[in-house]
């Protein structure tokens, strides 16, 4: 199983029929398992990573940090809850530290960010402060470059 999940991870866009002689296990056996694997919340989704430096519409992302009051018997998870049905929220994350919750948003600009994180995550009950944090540029998220290696324009020379 362990093996079926890396290859899902690192290319979702196999087919059933690829990732079956890569494991050397029949088409329906796959199909069946990656089946189970969703069927138990184990594979949340499939994502295409995009680079939005490359395409004509501009975002900025934050990280922001966010200290909170737990609720008695709830602990994090009612304002992390909270936190993660906002649309503009990609991720949530309970983390040790300064902080308890960080979570990520993607928006069009510094501003609509900033908004979002004055009009809609600080005036939350039980949130206490926040510190965003701007990503200025990314250079591998999830496992997958974003920076391209630059070609060697040198011309091989032989003696």
């Known amino acids: 199983m362990e093996k079926l999940l890396s290859i899902l991870e690192k290319n979702p866009r196999l087919t059933n029929k690829e990732i079956a002689v890569m494991l050397g296990l029949d088409e329906s056996v796959v199909e069946k398992k990656i089946k189970e694997l969703e069927?138990?919340?184990?594979?949340?989704?499939?994502?295409?990573?995009?680079?939005?430096?490359?395409?004509?519409?501009?975002?900025?992302?934050?990280?922001?940090?966010?200290?909170?009051?737990?609720?008695?018997?709830?602990?994090?998870?009612d304002i992390a809850q909270r936190i993660s049905e906002l649309d503009e929220v990609e991720s949530v994350f309970l983390m040790s530290g300064g902080f308890d919750l960080c979570c990520t948003v993607t928006d069009k600009s510094f501003q609509e960010v900033a908004l979002?994180?004055?009009?809609?995550?600080?005036?939350?009950?039980?949130?206490?402060?926040?510190?965003?944090?701007?990503?200025?540029?990314?250079?591998?998220?999830?496992?997958?470059?974003?920076?391209?290696?630059?070609?060697?324009?040198?011309?091989?020379?032989?003696?």
């Open 39 to 77: 069927d138990d919340g184990i594979v949340r989704g499939y994502r295409a990573m995009i680079d939005t430096q490359k395409t004509d519409t501009q975002y900025v992302t934050a990280l922001i940090e966010i200290k909170v009051q737990p609720k008695f018997s709830r602990g994090f998870d």
């Open 116 to 159: 979002f994180v004055a009009k809609r995550l600080s005036p939350l009950e039980g949130v206490v402060s926040t510190s965003t944090h701007f990503v200025l540029k990314k250079f591998k998220e999830q496992g997958v470059m974003f920076v391209d290696t630059p070609k060697d324009e040198r011309r091989k020379i032989s003696f």
